[in-house]
């Protein structure tokens, strides 16, 4: 069965830093990859996903993510943070485990300070 | 742009009551699925559904039923609600596999 690990439950950076979030998944073939931000009572928003080809995508507002197979890692970057990245972000794995689920890491919650 | 609507946002029950949680989606997706949030647990799966007529298992099916008679709904019940299950349910759906998830706006569910 697929898994996801974000090993961080919270992380405060400054306005204007940079930023990385870790993701790690286990699953035996290539995962589909997804990053996901979540504003306070919202439902969930797509940042980027990866399935095939260049290992570094490209998302909304500024992310990026590095799929690296040999550490099962699928890492979160944003080179200057803004203070309405505060939010949770959530990683996510999509894979065949007897029918196709996508399944969630527990989230990371970005506190931004001025 | 409706996407995905969830009904009810908010409901009290009582422990050992019935209810129902309904989804629909707009965009003529094939996929479905519900989902429960905690705190510090993330998204867990309850159920999907891969298409009209069918239902599956997720990471936690437990207490909870599912229907899919329409290919834009997704109905989730509970027939007998437990304290255990106050959450934030999101429905969501997606066109195939490698597709984005769209997600409903969640509904808080609290069972004393």
């Known amino acids: 069965a697929q898994s996801v690990t974000q090993p961080d439950i919270h992380i405060t950076v400054s306005e204007g830093a940079s930023l990385e979030l870790r993701c790690n998944y286990s699953?035996?073939?290539?995962?589909?990859l997804f990053w996901y931000v979540q504003s306070p009572g919202q439902g969930l928003q797509l940042l980027l996903k990866?399935?095939?080809?260049?290992?570094l995508v490209q998302g909304i507002k500024g992310f990026e993510a590095e799929f690296k197979r040999s550490q099962s890692s699928f890492n979160l970057r944003k080179p200057s943070v803004h203070w309405s990245d505060a939010a949770e972000y959530f990683c996510?794995?999509?894979?065949?485990?007897?029918?196709?689920?996508?399944?969630f890491g527990a989230g990371t919650r970005l506190f931004v300070k001025a | 742009n409706a996407g995905v609507t969830q009904t009810p946002k908010f409901r009290v029950l009582k422990t050992g009551q019935s209810m129902t949680l309904l989804c629909a989606q707009d965009?003529?997706?094939?996929?479905m699925y519900w989902y429960r949030q905690d705190p510090g647990m993330g998204l867990r799966l309850i159920h999907y559904?891969?298409?009209?007529?069918?239902?599956a298992k997720g990471e936690v099916p437990d207490g909870y039923n599912v229907s899919r008679l329409k290919k834009q709904n997704f109905l989730l019940g509970l027939e007998s609600a437990a304290p255990s299950q106050t959450s934030v349910y999101f429905c969501?759906?997606?066109?195939?596999?490698?597709?984005?998830?769209?997600f409903g706006e969640g509904s808080w569910l609290t069972v004393v």
């Open positions: 699953y035996g073939a290539t995962p589909y």
């Open positions: 996510a794995v999509g894979g065949y485990t007897g029918g196709f689920k996508t399944i």
């Open positions: 965009m003529n997706h094939e996929y």
């Open positions: 559904s891969v298409g009209e007529g069918t239902t």
């Open positions: 969501a759906s997606s066109p195939g596999t490698r597709n984005t998830i769209y």
């Open positions: 990866y399935f095939s080809g260049d290992t």
